[in-house]
């Protein structure tokens, strides 16, 4: 089975070579060495001054959230992975859906003031697939009503746009190292930030509050990164132009190959943006392709290729949050959603296969 992405590694003896101090030192968690030697190269490759490293980007989000004691309702996108909504509303704060752009997928960011009010404390923007927000219209919106923006930057490591990278961006962008990222080291995930206040906040939120071995200041959980992950993504990052490159021969090949095909829409490329081609989505319509997405998606697996409805549900159409919301209210989410699709995309794929999933579409051939 082709599935939508595969794990990149790095030689299996560089990685060893990479951990073999903790067999020295027996310290494997609790901001050690790798720990340490990992955050002074993201900040370094990111071009930023302020990042927390945390166990996932999930609780990376959760303690952003937490760390600016917000209260009220927050405007987000109801197109995204759970994690977004859920670490808002499991920081006690309401969620508000707004639609989304019909190209980009990401916020519509000329709906956020419509659905601001005094309840509104913050903005949870989601840079999607690696397209990046409005950012410009996001925050002229945030600095006139005060309202604080945390970007769910899961899918853009190591873009950048007009020349800044897109970690740099909001009061805080929070990353994700999942293994199945551009770039990952295992699991992890980081909070980058504006506010140096933050750093200490940060640091007790994923250490307990404790600051000291007979000091405890404040309530905090266990969010940190241990060492073998910090070494996987070091290791990882000595390879991440290498991986972007790769991934951009390959998503030349799917534009080329899947641009004129009747019914099939492949995302604009967008001005400014440094991409990492985190992802291909293309969007099935169903009058012009003589299929819809469910359809296609069917015939794919019966050929043995694994790709995504991603994403589908929208969140706003999620069990767990059942009758407190209306899919109908985004309209363009929901069009979308029932649309798409994403290709399998990584920077092993070979360009056979790449062409075969091409011809799939393109021919229409079933198993």
């Known amino acids: 089975m ?3 992405t595969k794990t990149s590694l790095p030689d299996l003896n560089e990685y060893i070579e990479e ?3 903790l067999w020295d030192t027996y310290w494997i968690t609790n901001m050690g060495e790798k720990h340490d030697e990992f955050k002074r190269k993201l900040k370094a490759y990111l071009n930023i001054d302020q990042i927390e490293l945390f166990v996932n980007g999930h609780m990376a989000l959760e303690m952003a959230l937490q760390s600016m004691n917000l209260s009220g309702e927050v405007i987000t996108t109801p197109f995204t992975f759970a994690s977004t909504t859920h670490a808002i509303v499991r920081n006690g704060l309401t969620p508000v859906f707004c639609d989304i752009y019909s190209d980009t997928y990401t916020i519509d960011a000329d709906k956020i003031e419509a659905l601001i ?3 509104t404390c913050a903005i949870v923007p989601v840079h999607v697939y690696g397209h990046i927000c409005n950012v410009e219209k996001i925050e002229e919106i945030a600095r006139k009503y005060g309202l604080k923006v945390i ?12 020349g800044m990278n897109v970690a740099s961006f909001g009061d805080a962008s929070v990353l994700s190292f ?7 080291s295992i699991e992890g995930g980081a909070v980058c930030f504006k506010d140096s206040k933050l750093e200490h906040v940060l640091y007790n939120l994923k250490n307990f509050g404790i600051r000291g071995p007979e000091e405890v ?5 266990n969010a940190k990164m241990n060492e073998f992950c910090a070494a996987m993504g070091i290791c990882n990052l000595r390879y991440i132009d290498d991986e972007i490159n790769k991934r951009a021969e390959i998503v030349k090949l799917y534009r080329k190959r899947l641009e004129k095909v009747d019914g099939i829409i492949c995302s604009p490329i967008q001005k400014d943006v440094k991409p990492n081609y985190a992802y291909f989505p293309i969007l099935v319509e169903k009058d012009a392709y003589g299929m819809d ?6 015939m794919f697996l019966k050929n043995g290729i694994c790709p995504r409805k991603y994403f589908y549900p929208l969140i706003n159409e999620y069990d767990c949050y059942k009758d407190r ?14 649309k798409v699709l994403t290709l399998p995309l990584y920077a092993s794929l070979d360009m056979d296969t790449v062409n075969r999933i091409c011809d799939i579409i393109a021919l229409k051939q079933d198993g």
């Open 325 to 338: 919301y209306d899919p109908d209210a985004t309209p363009v989410a929901k069009d979308i959603s029932n």
């Open 2 to 4: 082709i599935n939508v």
């Open 19 to 21: 951990i073999r101090p």
């Open 117 to 119: 009010t005094d309840k």
């Open 178 to 184: 999942h293994a199945t990222k551009v770039f990952h």
């Open 151 to 162: 970007y769910d930057a899961a899918h853009t490591f190591g873009e950048e746009y007009k």
């Open 217 to 221: 200041e404040s309530v905090g959980a």
């Open 293 to 298: 997405r469910n359809d296609l998606y069917n």
